[in-house]
């Protein structure tokens, strides 16, 4: 498949370059358009209110390589429309891997991951945002080497990747054509060849006070947590799925908004 890959957490992320080595090896044609810079929590957002750059670059993928000073949403749009080559359009819209998973009502309309995806989901392409689940411990771990990866952590991520690559075509093909959904995809950890795919629902969580207080400067820090998750037992919620160790696929399609309100 043609496919224009995207991210949050910045060009340089191993996680990203994982995935693109895997794409490559599946036989895709990768077209990679991302932040110069992570871009985490930001949604859908793109940049109104200033210039933003585009260039080439060459981070060592083997693929035509762009990166772009703006948001993920500004990745995907501008690459569709001004840098990738005539008669060279892409069949779906590839964001990842996260740093992290994506995972619940109080999470996924924050993610610059789902946001990437979400942008090719308003082109009217399959969108399709890949997340690798990660404890705090192994966060905190992964920030204090420069986000370079242990050999735990590469294992789950290169076997998140090529998981990837076999799902980019399965899930394009389940369609539905036209747009407005994304593939939202949690990897757990460990991720490992034997997982299962689940079919899952967003869990309902509430994330109130990210923010401390306010210092003597009067100015607040963000402070991450994973809420307060108040999901029912069924439908299976994706966070459930990665506590059991499989790998969550939730499909959020966006063209059910706004209908009648049907209960709990």
Same mark, same amino acid.
């Given at each position: 498949m043609r496919l224009i890959v995207t991210n949050d957490d910045g060009i340089h992320s191993v996680f990203l370059h994982e995935l693109v080595h895997a794409l490559l090896h599946a036989r895709h044609t990768v077209y990679v358009v991302a932040p110069k810079t992570e871009k985490s929590w930001i949604g859908c957002a793109k940049s109104r209110h200033h210039a933003i750059t585009s260039e080439v670059i060459d981070v060592g993928l083997g693929c035509s390589t762009w990166t772009v000073d703006g948001t993920p949403s500004d990745c995907v749009n501008i690459g569709l429309a001004h840098l990738l080559p005539r008669g060279h359009e892409v069949e779906a819209v590839v964001s990842g891997i996260n740093m992290g998973r994506n995972a619940s009502l109080g999470f996924i309309l924050a993610s610059g991951t789902i946001g990437g995806a979400w942008e090719g989901a308003v082109h009217g392409l399959p969108g399709l945002a890949f997340s690798q689940d990660m404890n705090s411990e192994v966060f905190a771990r992964l920030k204090a080497a420069g986000d370079r990866p242990d050999a735990d952590l590469r294992r789950s991520l290169e076997t998140s990747a090529q998981r990837a690559a076999?799902?980019? %075509?399965? !899930?394009?093909?389940?369609?539905?054509?036209? &747009?407005?959904?994304?593939?939202?995809?949690?990897?757990?950890?460990?991720?490992?060849?034997?997982?299962?795919?689940?079919?899952?629902?967003?869990?309902?969580?509430?994330? %109130?006070? !990210?923010?401390?207080?306010?210092?003597?400067? &009067?100015?607040?820090?963000?402070?991450?947590?994973?809420?307060e998750d108040k999901s029912p037992a069924l439908p299976l919620s994706d966070r459930a799925a990665l506590d059991q160790g499989q790998i969550s696929h939730t499909v959020l399609d966006y063209r059910a908004l706004g209908h009648p309100y049907l209960g709990s």
């Open positions: 076999e799902l980019v %075509p399965q !899930l394009v093909a389940q369609g539905p054509t036209g &747009g407005f959904v994304v593939h939202n995809i949690n990897f757990p950890l460990p991720s490992r060849p034997e997982c299962k795919v689940l079919r899952t629902v967003p869990a309902h969580v509430i994330i %109130p006070g !990210l923010f401390s207080p306010a210092a003597d400067d &009067g100015t607040h820090r963000f402070v991450f947590h994973l809420g």
